[in-house]
Antibody
Framework: QVRLQESGPGLVKPSETVSLTCTVS?????????WGWIRQPPGKGLEWIGS???????YDNPSLKSRVRLSVDTSKNHFSLRLSSVTAADTAVYYC????????????????WGQGTLVTVSS | DIQMTQSPSTLSASVGDRVTITCRAS??????LAWYQQKPGKAPKLLIS???SLESGVPSRFSGSGSGTEFTLTISSLQPDDFATYYC?????????FGQGTKVEIK
């Protein structure tokens, strides 16, 4: 059973870059899946941030205006998110998740999730 | 980009009620729609994928239907554990979009 655990700084200053890592256990990142990041501002809905394959192929949400950088480290079995030029609007719980699908080679939904980590942007 | 319209935003219901939540996509998405349940302070839980495929361990009172642009999540007989917020999510060409959410409250 795949398990995911997010880690990060908790508090970031405006205009800085926040770096989050998702450590995967029970499954090798190199074996498949896309790996995704989703966030949820306090009291609001879910927003997809980006997804990455073990090969390094990435997709991110255009609404984040190229502030997103995704990476994967198969040797450490983890993947990471860097979000630059943060503002208060980036305050949210950040989740990592597996992206999978019913048919081989499809990646349509998020089936295993981490518990989430709160990132607060404040001076 | 595909826009998702989920309704209602809030739903008040009683234990035993039949509950229906709808998601409409701004363009055709085949059946690549999933439904999630989220409780306060917890990560979302996948209930249904591919519009109507119930995930393992999810009670059979949950069902999903629809294709194309209109999709429905139905809870046939609401139970106390079902009071939560529900989200739909669509996939299209390596872009994943969530609906705004529906909070199911106790009437």
């Amino acid at each position: 059973q795949v398990r995911l655990q997010e880690s990060g700084p908790g508090l970031v200053k405006p205009s800085e870059t926040v770096s989050l890592t998702c450590t995967v256990s029970g499954y090798s990142i190199s074996s498949g899946y896309y790996w995704g990041w989703i966030r949820q501002p306090p009291g609001k809905g879910l927003e997809w941030i980006g997804s990455i394959y073990h090969s390094g192929s990435t997709y991110d949400n255009p609404s984040l205006k190229s502030r997103v950088r995704l990476s994967v480290d198969t040797s450490k079995n983890h993947f990471s998110l860097r979000l630059s030029s943060v503002t208060a609007a980036d305050t949210a719980v950040y989740y990592c998740a597996t992206v999978s699908g019913a048919a081989p080679g499809t990646y349509t939904h998020f089936d295993s999730w981490g518990q989430g980590t709160l990132v607060t942007v404040s001076s | 980009d595909i826009q998702m319209t989920q309704s209602p935003s809030t739903l008040s219901a009683s234990v035993g009620d039949r509950v229906t939540i709808t998601c409409r996509a701004s363009q055709y998405i085949s059946s690549w729609l999933a439904w999630y349940q989220q409780k306060p302070g917890k990560a979302p839980k996948l209930l249904i994928s591919d519009a109507s495929s119930l995930e393992s361990g999810v009670p059979s009172r949950f069902s999903g239907s629809g294709s194309g642009t209109e999709f429905t999540l139905t809870i046939s007989s609401l139970q106390p554990d079902d009071f939560a917020t529900y989200y739909c999510q669509v996939y299209n060409s390596f872009s994943w979009t969530f609906g705004q959410g529906t909070k199911v409250e106790i009437k």
